[in-house]
């Protein structure tokens, strides 16, 4: 399939019933006051970006009342305004703020997945949901194929789920199994031999951003160190 087609298939997937069940009740009755009259995406969050990307960043899952609401990734809440901004300055996107549909936001080079893609209640997927949806982390990985040459994931689950994908798919991985840290590299290699940098850097998440664990002065570093 193309990446349009895998992201419909995505988009209807339901193979993990507790993260189903979630992101259909959040959407239905659990919707944050101020988004009540909002309509919801209730759906798998599907990739986003460059369709010709060389440069993929994996996050963890949509928030409920983020993605889950907008149905981009990292689009509606505090950790994607922090994203963004980043990614804007940087040079990767044409505006510093993802609002949703039509806002005409593009990104130039890269590429946004996540490791789950469906939200989880607390942000905490099950180890088998987090084995189900590599599944769909190794489709994405395949349709960009050689071209890619550099993985970021924003945080351990994304590191995890790219080390476990790629796995999958027979690529070439480091023992024991690196791991993840703010800035650690290694490198992966595909069946063919291409080498694919994978790269660690701590989750934008509020968590790690309001307490000056990662400021936006480290994210533009760690996004600006992907280019060639
Ligand atoms: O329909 P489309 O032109 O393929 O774009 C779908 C979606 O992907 C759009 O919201 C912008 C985004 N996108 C991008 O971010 N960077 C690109 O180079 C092409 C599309
Ligand atoms: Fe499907 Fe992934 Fe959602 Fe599970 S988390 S239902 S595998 S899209």
Redesign the pocket.
């Known amino acids: 399939p193309t990446l349009?087609e895998l992201d419909a298939r995505v988009s209807v997937c339901r193979a993990c019933p507790r993260l189903v069940d979630w992101r259909e009740s959040v959407a239905t009755q659990g919707r944050r006051a101020s988004f009540a009259h909002e309509p919801y995406w209730g759906r798998p969050g599907p990739s986003?970006?460059?369709?010709?990307?060389d440069t993929l960043i994996v996050g963890l899952a949509p928030a409920a009342n983020g993605t889950n609401r907008t149905g981009?990734m990292f689009t509606g809440d505090a950790s994607g305004d922090f994203l963004y901004a980043a990614l804007h300055r940087t040079g990767y996107a044409n505006q510093p703020t993802s609002v949703g549909?039509g806002d005409g936001?593009?990104?130039?080079g890269i590429r946004i997945v996540a490791a789950v893609r469906c939200a989880p209640p607390e942000n905490k997927p099950t180890a088998q949901e987090k084995a189900t949806c590599a599944t769909w982390l190794g489709r994405d990985l395949e349709l960009l194929g050689d071209h890619l040459r550099v993985i970021m994931t924003l945080g351990a689950i994304g590191w995890n789920g790219v080390l476990a994908a790629t796995t999958t798919l027979g690529w070439t991985v480091p023992k024991p199994k690196p791991k993840f840290g703010h800035l650690t590299e290694t490198t992966l290699h595909t069946p063919t031999g291409h080498p694919v940098r994978l790269v660690g850097c701590f989750h934008v998440s509020p968590h790690n951003t309001y307490t000056g664990r990662l400021t936006p002065g480290m994210l533009d570093d760690a996004l600006l160190s992907l280019r060639p």
């Not at 986003?48 to 990307?53: H, K, N």
């Not at 936001?105 to 130039?108: D, G, M």
């Open positions: 349009g986003f970006g460059d369709p010709a990307a981009r549909a936001l593009a990104l130039n």
